[in-house]
């Protein structure tokens, strides 16, 4: 079976740093694009950021550029988000997904979800 | 970046009605549309991708279409547990970017 576990969610102050971890099981990970989406509470889904299966390319959302960075292991089997100087309006559920295209480079066709992490920005 | 709009923001049918849902978006996504299914405090599941292709294991009751710009999601007989949020996204452009949502309810 397929499974994303993400991890490493939690409250931090605004300005502060988190590192996102997502582990996966089920599928050949070095495979596929992955991604991150976020959802803030009540509120509906957002892309957050791509990667692709070798990791040569690498897309965010406009407004998290410079703050955020995704990465991955494919040894480790494990996807990561690196978040910077963190904003009362990232507060969120973040999501990691897989990408269903074998190696889709600029795919978003999200067909495996992990349960989410959930992350408060909060003094 | 694209908009994509979809309506209405929710919708009350009875069992066994048919429901459709559109997607505008604000430019062609030449059928890079795909349509996702979230239950309350459960992560979204992919219902069908690339306009009208339907996932595996997601009941024959759902099915999309539509072209360039409008596009559309219908359950052709409502169940109970269909009663979730709805949402479109599109993958032409970057940013990737998702409906608003569509809620769906028994009335």
């Known amino acids: 079976e397929m499974q994303l576990v993400e991890s490493g969610g939690g409250l931090v102050k605004p300005g502060g740093s988190l590192r996102l971890s997502c582990a996966a099981s089920?599928?050949?990970?070095?495979?596929?694009?992955m991604h991150w989406v976020r959802q803030a509470p009540g509120k509906g889904l957002e892309w957050v950021s791509s990667?692709?299966?070798?990791?040569?390319?690498?897309y965010y959302a406009d407004s998290l550029k410079g703050r955020f960075t995704i990465s991955r292991d494919n040894a480790e089997k494990s996807l990561y988000l690196q978040m910077n100087r963190l904003r009362a309006d990232d507060t969120a559920v973040y999501y990691c997904?897989?990408?269903?295209?074998?190696?889709?480079?600029?795919?978003?066709?999200?067909?495996?979800w992990g349960k989410g992490t959930t992350v408060i920005v909060s003094s | 970046d694209i908009q994509m709009t979809q309506s209405p923001s929710s919708l009350s049918a009875s069992v066994g009605d048919r429901v459709t849902i559109t997607c505008q978006a604000t430019?062609?996504?030449?059928?890079?549309l795909n349509w996702y299914q979230q239950k309350p405090g459960k992560a979204p599941k992919l219902l069908i991708y690339?306009?009208?292709n339907l996932e595996r294991g997601v009941p024959s009751r759902f099915s999309g279409g539509g072209s360039g710009t409008h596009f559309t999601f219908t359950i052709s007989s409502l169940q109970p547990e269909d009663v979730a949020t709805y949402y479109c996204?599109?993958?032409?452009?970057?940013?990737?970017?998702f409906g608003q949502g569509t809620r769906v309810e028994i009335k």
């Open positions: 996204q599109q993958y032409e452009n970057l940013p990737r970017t």
């Open positions: 430019q062609d996504i030449n059928n890079f």
């Open positions: 690339d306009v009208s």
């Open positions: 089920g599928f050949t990970f070095s495979t596929y694009s």
């Open positions: 997904a897989k990408d269903r295209n074998l190696y889709g480079s600029g795919s978003l066709v999200l067909d495996v």
């Open positions: 990667i692709t299966s070798t990791g040569h390319y690498i």
